[in-house]
């Protein structure tokens, strides 16, 4: 799996930088502190015991096993000499081998050596086998190489990492905080908010982002009030005629009736289009969202578009969750897709309500049994100016579902279409709760 997030693709990389670092300063202390002394031992014992075996003159069968043949040197270093059939030569049989000091000692000695360690109850002990002793074993305590000497340097090194990790997580933390913030705003402009300027804080490259984005963020803010402006122009100027034509309309003769219909028809849809641009183009205000009940939403839009053409079905859950947002556009958005179920759903519609399992979000299902829709066409279904085929019809302006999706996406909820397997369309609004 592809780690994608900058903050943990640093933070893995300072890991590995400090465990390489810790495994090589393992190695250095084994390779140039550790194995020189223990060459340095090596010696000095080899020498010491290849003292004691030129002076053997018996051949050494006649020393006494687990008894105190040392010499005075031997003896300081607490080196014995045990019988292979002895009960604490059980200790050699449970040793490790070490290879590089078994060579070394052989070639101290020479004659075949082995070595081996282990840690007995009080420290590490080092074990001998060499061949001109064929049924004795040298047994010599490293007194002053305890286990607990160990300790010190795993707990320093635990505590070097654990440091090195947290001054590192502080450190990224505060250099991705800027982005971090910038990304946060930069998902408040993908849903259409406006959010204030940025402070620009942080390296220089994340700064010059920041003031980049400060200066997209006020472009867009002006281009948002320049359109608001505009399009309320645009609709004063254009139903002010149309508010004229139509009082003109209704003043004309009986005998001009079939036109005057026509007429009047053209700029109620006309009046139609001008409030579906508008309310395409209304921002959002999040501070002002208030809980809102989807079921009394869906009651009120199923007895106001239910008629003797159409059977309207309500499937409305009882363990009902608000949602939180503009309970206008909220309504505005399920009656749109109510509407176009009731169009094209050859009578029959169903609208159901629900939580999901996680009780994070709640949603409204419109369902109907028209012809559907070409599934290469529902990705296109929600652009605007886009009506779908011929088989969902061509009447409006084709910002019907546009504004819904405009809305779902300022609510921050989701939306799915799909063909019904009954036959139909199935499309299901979810918005968050509290």
Excluded at 30 to 58: C, V
Excluded at 326 to 355: D, E, F, H, P, Q
Excluded at 409 to 415: A, D, P, R, V
């Amino acid at each position: 799996m592809r780690i994608r997030s900058s903050f943990t693709q640093t933070i893995l990389l300072f890991l590995t930088l400090l465990i390489a670092s810790q495994v090589y300063s393992y190695y250095a202390v084994f390779n140039y502190a550790l194995m020189p002394s223990l060459q340095q031992f090596n010696k000095i014992i080899g020498y010491e015991i290849r003292l004691m075996l030129d002076e053997s003159d018996s051949g050494l069968e006649d020393l006494e096993m687990d008894a105190p043949l040392r010499r005075r040197v031997l003896e300081r270093l607490g080196v014995t000499i045990h019988a292979k059939d002895s009960p604490i030569a059980n200790e050699y049989q449970k040793a490790m081998s070490i290879d590089l000091m078994s060579e070394d000692m052989s070639h101290e000695l020479n004659t075949p050596t082995e070595v081996r360690m282990i840690l007995a109850s009080d420290s590490y002990v080092l074990w001998m086998q060499i061949d001109s002793l064929p049924n004795s074993l040298i047994r010599i305590p490293l007194s002053e190489l305890q286990e607990n000497d160990f300790t010190p340097l795993f707990y320093n090194s635990l505590i070097v990492a654990l440091l090195v990790i947290a001054g590192g997580w502080l450190f990224i933390r505060l250099q991705n905080r800027p982005l971090i913030a910038l990304e946060k705003a930069a998902k408040g402009v993908g849903r259409g908010e406006i959010p204030s300027p940025l402070p620009e804080k942080g390296p220089s490259e994340i700064r010059s982002v920041t003031r980049a984005f400060n200066q997209m963020s006020k472009g867009i803010q002006e281009l948002e009030e320049d359109r608001a402006l505009l399009m309320a122009g645009v609709s004063h100027d254009l139903r002010t005629p149309l508010t004229r034509i139509r009082l003109a309309t209704e003043m004309m003769s009986d005998e001009d009736s079939y036109l005057a219909q026509g007429i009047i028809s053209d700029t109620e849809e006309c009046n139609e289009i001008i409030s579906q641009f508008m309310d395409y183009l209304k921002p959002v205000d999040r501070e002002t969202f208030t809980p809102v009940s989807l079921n009394e939403i869906s009651n009120e839009i199923a007895l106001a578009e239910m008629n003797a053409d159409v059977e309207i079905e309500t499937v409305l859950t009882e363990k009902e969750k608000v949602a939180i947002g503009n309970s206008i556009a909220i309504k505005r958005a399920v009656t749109n897709l109510v509407v176009n179920a009731v169009r094209y759903g050859n009578g029959w519609v169903r609208i159901s309500t629900g939580v999901t399992a996680d009780k994070k979000l709640v949603w409204v299902c419109i369902e109907d049994n028209g012809p559907g829709i070409k599934p290469d066409q529902v990705s296109k279904l929600f652009e605007p100016f886009t009506r779908g085929d011929t088989a969902r019809g061509s009447e409006g302006t084709g910002l019907g579902l546009a504004i819904v999706k405009r809305i779902i996406s300022q609510h921050q909820g989701s939306i799915s279409v799909n063909n019904r397997s009954e036959g139909g369309l199935k499309a299901q609004l979810s918005f968050p709760t509290k």
